[in-house]
C-alpha cells in the first residue's frame, strides 16, 4: 500500500462526508460519498477488490476528504463534485436533454410557449411532453380552440388572428379581467386533461354551423375534435387517480446497472424511460444519484415510488416529494412494468449497445498508440468561411469519450486574412488556452486540429507564443475524405484500424465539423438577413433585432407573407421590407 494512503486511512473520521480518489498525476479519479468516512473508505484498500473497483484503487495515489453534517449534505456535494470535475470512473446519465413544458403565462392576456426548463416564475408549467412535436401541436390546437395571443410582442396595431376572431387583440382593446382569468382556467383545464367541457362545446358549434349551412365552418370544427380526441387516444391508458406520478425500478447484471422510469401526469403515462450505466458503487446510493440527476432535467411529480427502503431514505429531504413503495393494489402492477423496462433495457443493451459503452478502455488504446497518458479531456478545434466570408472557429471537448456540451466555444475570426485557415487556426489557439491559462482551467490532455501538417505547425506555433505544452495531433485523411490516423508534429502518422477506436475518433472529428458549419452557417444568415434590412426607411436596430428573433434564418423571412410582417413592423415598412426580399 502506497504510504500517503496509509497516512490517510490513519487521519480518517467515522463522519459522513465526500471521498476524492486521485492518480499520480493529481487528476480527481473518482468521488463518493458515505454516511460513515472511516468505513467506506478503508473498504477499498483494506479488503480485496476486482474488475473496475480494483481498476480505480490500483490508480489511487492519494485520496482526501470533506466532511459535511450529514449524509444527505454528502449526497447532494458528491453529485456538485462530480459536475464539476468529471472523473473518470463516475457515471453520470448520458442522456442530458430537457423535456419540454407548455407554459401558461401568469400575469396579463393568457399566452403560451415552449419552455425547456420550469425557472422562469412569471409562468405555470404544464408537462413534460416525451416529445416536442406533442407540444406543438396541443399549442396549436389551443390557439385554434382560445382566442389567446400569438404575437411575442404586442403590437400597435391588430393582427390577422383578430379578423379571423382567434384573438381579442389586447393591442387595441381593453380586456375584462373576468374573461381573461375565465380563459387561463379553462386553457389550464384543457392541459390537465379535463377537455371534455371543451369537446362538448366545440360539437354544438359544429351542429350550429352545420343547421345553418355553414359547411366549412363545421368541418373546421370537426377536425379541432378529431386532433382532440388523437391526443387523448395517444395519452389514454387506464388511470387510477390524476397525480403526477414517477415509478422507478432497477436492476443489475455481470457489473452494469439499468434504472427504469414511468412518467404518468394527471394520472396518463406519457413517458417510458431507462438508463443502463456501469455498476460501481453501492446498487442503492449509485440509484439515488442517477434519481437526483434525472430531476435536474424533469419537474418533480407529486409522488414518487420505488420499492427500495435505502434509496428512499437517501432521497428523504432531497427531494421535494411523497416518495413512497408500494406492496399491493394496481401501483404494483405499474412498479412490476417498470422492472420489466429495467430488464428489457438491459437485455437490448447487452446484445446490441455494450460496445458503446467501452470508451474508457478506447482512449487507453488511444494513450498507448500516441505514447502519451490516457487522454480523458480531448479538445477539437475546427474553422469554417465560405470564399472568405463569415470566417468562424469552433472548439469541442470530450470528457471520458462522451460530449461536454457546455465546454464547446464558438470564435468570430477576428484577422484579415479571412481566407487563410492557417492564420484562423492560430487565432483560435492563442485565444482559447491563453484564456485558460490565465484563469487556470483545466487543459486538455490531448488536442486534435482537424487538418494535415500545416494546421498541426499552425496550432504549434500559437502554443508555444503563449508557453503552452498541450499534446497536439492532427487528424489525417484518406482519399475518401474519411479518418485513417493522426499525425504528429513531426509527420509521423499513427494509423487506426477500421474498430471502435476509429469509430471514436471519426464521432469526435464529425461533431467538431458539425458545431463549426452550424455557427458559420448561422452567421452568414444573419449577415445575409442584415444586409438586407439595411437601407429600409424606419427599419431602425431595435426593429432588425425583433425581425432577427422572429425569422433566424434568412430562408424563412424570405418565406414569410406580407401579413406577417405586419404583425411585427409598420404597415409601410413590412412592404418596404417585403418589397425588397422579393426583388
Known sequence: MKERIKVGIANLKPLPGVYLMHDKDENIIYIGKAKDLSKRVRQYFLRP????????????????????????????????????????????????????????????????????NTKDKKYDYFGPFPRSSSAYETIDLLNKIFPLRKCNRIPRKPCLYYDLGQC????????????????????????????????????????????????????????????????????NIEQIDKKDRDIFAFSSREGYLSLAVLLFRKGRLLDKKSYIVEQFDNNEEQVANLILQFYQKVLLPQEIVINNDTVIDLLEGLIDA???????????????????????AMDEYFLSAKLDDNKLTLLEQLGKLLNIKTPLRIDLIDNSHLQGSSPVGAAVVFINGEPAKKLYRKYKIEHEEARDDLKSMEEIVIRRYLRMKNEKQTLPDLLLVDGGHNQIH??????????????????????????????DKDGKVYEIENNNLFFLLTRMQDEVHRFAISFHQSLRSKKMKSSLLDDIKGLGEKRKEII????????????????????????????????????
Open 322 to 344: 411523497k416518495i413512497y413503495s408500494v406492496t399491493r393494489g394496481k401501483l404494483i402492477d405499474l412498479l412490476l412494468s417498470a422492472k420489466q423496462n429495467a430488464d428489457s
Open 548 to 583: 432577427h428573433k422572429a425569422y433566424p434564418d434568412i430562408h424563412l423571412l424570405k418565406q414569410a407573407p406580407l401579413e406577417e410582417l405586419n404583425q411585427l413592423l409598420p404597415p409601410s415598412v413590412a412592404k418596404a421590407l417585403y418589397r425588397k426580399l422579393h426583388d
Open 458 to 487: 499552425a496550432a504549434d506555433k500559437a502554443l508555444k507564443e503563449i508557453d503552452l505544452d498541450i499534446h497536439l495531433f492532427g487528424l489525417v485523411k484518406n482519399t475518401k475524405h474519411q479518418t485513417s490516423g493522426l499525425m
Open 168 to 235: 381579442l387583440a389586447p393591442c387595441i382593446n381593453k380586456i375584462d379581467e373576468p374573461l381573461i382569468k375565465e380563459m387561463k382556467e379553462q386553457v389550464k383545464d384543457f392541459l390537465k386533461s379535463n377537455n371534455q367541457k371543451v369537446i362538448a362545446d366545440l360539437n354544438k358549434k359544429m351542429m350550429m354551423a352545420s343547421e345553418n349551412l355553414d359547411y366549412e365552418k363545421a368541418h373546421e370544427y370537426k377536425k379541432i375534435l378529431e386532433a382532440i380526441n388523437h391526443i387523448n387516444i395517444k395519452q
Open 49 to 116: 477488490q476486482s474488475g473496475k473497483v480494483a481498476k480505480m484503487v490500483f490508480e489511487t495515489a492519494y485520496f482526501e476528504t470533506i466532511i459535511t453534517n450529514n449524509e444527505k449534505e454528502a449526497l447532494i456535494l458528491e453529485m456538485n463534485l462530480i459536475q464539476t470535475h468529471y472523473p473518470k470512473y463516475n457515471v453520470l446519465l448520458k442522456d442530458d436533454s430537457h423535456y419540454p413544458y407548455i407554459a401558461l403565462k401568469k400575469e396579463g392576456y393568457p399566452y403560451l410557449q415552449i419552455k425547456r
